[in-house]
């Protein structure tokens, strides 16, 4: 494989982090403003970033209205293909990857959704294929809940099939991804995917992931080296260590109580109404729609004996974010990909356009140094892009 690290950029124009879209430099309305998203996956191609990442939900965050409020959601942006349409005149060679649900729509419509996208864009598409998480996008399409764990996956393994079959004569058509991580997920993953997302964890938990996945897929008969493991990760850079940590810190003021805790409560699905931050966590009352990310919660708290209030800490120093000056950040990237633990990374900016412009301006030139990040586009089209000739080979 290329010496060069792939690197995705996940595009939330209103910023990762909670409360990133509350920055004094952060444009009012962001995600549903073309001139500026455009502008920062430009800012991202001439960086040659591989592609793009748009992600997106079938309705609402399940959350408090007085919660709800307080934070700027997916859904305060453009519905993926149709923005990707869009960028696709705009650029010409950054991959263009969007968000469908195999829960909520049909495969007939994802395969002509994301062929057509792949044509237009000249090779550039792919889907990240998810089965959504919460009963607010369920009601949405008429259910009064979400599809149980199990039902969603055992409806993906076929709605995937057949998107790649309709794919098939147009041979290497767009890449799929997937960021299942709970067993029936991981089986997906492993068996369609072409690239693989994971949230941010510490090295050894991702390597164990990666190994499991590349396990997974030799044993379905797939050249283990095909499928890119790609986890988040989200990036606070600045010329000095100081200085990144300063600028975190100012944005952490500015999350609001009630939103960390609807967050925790929301990865953990567990009901925290009334309960002091001294308590520890209770047990879930709801199925979550991340079983892996919920485990990884429940695991820590129990290792560790953290209270809800050091969990609220813990989820409000953003999700494994890596925070630091520009040699900080390459030697993480580095570090991940040596032990083989990342191929690359799908990297996120806790606020826009600064944390963009400076991972940019910072960690790619920091990179290209060292000789681990391309300065051309090599090939044409997102498969190329990869290194992935066909699907699953
Ligand atoms: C980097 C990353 C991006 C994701 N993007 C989306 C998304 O746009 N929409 C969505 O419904 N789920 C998204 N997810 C959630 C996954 O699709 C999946 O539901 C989650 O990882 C839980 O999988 P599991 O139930 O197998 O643990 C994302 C997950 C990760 C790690």
Redesign the pocket.
Known sequence: MSRFIPLIG?LKPAGEYPAGWRHPRAPRAAGVDFRFVAAQVRRLEAARFHAVFV???AGLPDVRDDVLERVAVVNDTFEPITLLAALAAVTTDIGLIG?A?TSYSTPDAVARDFASLHRLSGGRAGW?A????NDAEARNFGLDAHLG?ADRYARAEGFVDAVRRSWEPDDGGPVIAQ????E??RALASRVADLV???ALPLAETAAFAGDIRARAAAEGRDPASVRILP?LPIIVRPTRAEAEDAFDAVRSLLDSAVALADLEYWTGADLAGLPLGASLPPPSAEN?????QAEIYRQARRDGLTIGDLVRLISAGDGAVVGAPGDVADHIEQFVDAGAADGF?VSFPWLPEALDAVVKLVVPELVRRGRFRTEYEGAGIRARFGLQRPGV
């Open positions: 996940f992600p997106d939900l968000t649900s990240n998810v089965t959504s998480l764990h960021a299942g991580s709970s029936a997920g997302f994971l949230r988040e729609g991340s079983r892996g990310a799908t």
